[in-house]
Nanobody, 123 residues
C-alpha cells in the first residue's frame, strides 16, 4: 500500500524558514514525479514545486521561486520542501503527491497524496 506522510509543518514568523518532509513507502518511486501542493482556506489547491524522484530538473510556482527548494533523499525515500523567507501568504496546508511519468503542475494528474501538514506564517 502506497503511503505519503508529510511532517515538519508548524508556526513560523515571517522571514523565517521551515523544512517539510514527505516520507514515501509501499512501492518504488524511481519512475515517479513528486510534487508539493498547498491549499489555503477559501482558496483552490495550487502547485508549489515538482521534481522527478530520481532528480533532475525542478519546477516552481512563480510565487515561491527563489524562496523554496524541492529535494529528495533516495536512501531515506523522502522528499523535502525547504521554505525560506516565508511570508503570511504561504500559510496553507501543504501536501506532497506522486505521479507516474513526467512532472506536472496539474493536481488531477497525481496518483497518490499525503494527508497534509499545516504551515502558518505569522506577520
Amino acid at each position: 500500500q502506497v503511503q505519503l506522510v508529510e511532517s515538519g509543518g508548524g508556526l513560523v514568523q515571517a522571514g523565517g524558514s521551515l523544512r517539510l518532509s514527505c516520507a514515501a513507502s509501499g512501492r518504488s518511486f524511481s519512475t515517479y514525479a513528486m510534487g508539493w501542493f498547498r491549499q489555503a482556506p477559501g482558496k483552490e489547491r495550487e502547485f508549489v514545486a515538482g521534481s522527478f524522484w530520481s532528480g533532475g530538473v525542478t519546477s516552481y510556482a512563480d510565487s515561491v521561486k527563489g524562496r523554496f527548494t524541492i529535494s529528495r533523499d533516495m536512501a531515506k525515500n523522502t522528499v523535502y520542501l525547504q521554505m525560506n523567507s516565508v511570508i503570511p501568504e504561504d500559510t496553507a496546508v501543504y501536501c506532497c503527491a506522486a505521479k507516474r511519468g513526467v512532472r506536472s503542475s496539474s493536481a488531477h494528474e497525481y496518483d497518490y497524496w499525503g494527508q497534509g501538514t499545516q504551515v502558518t506564517v505569522s506577520s
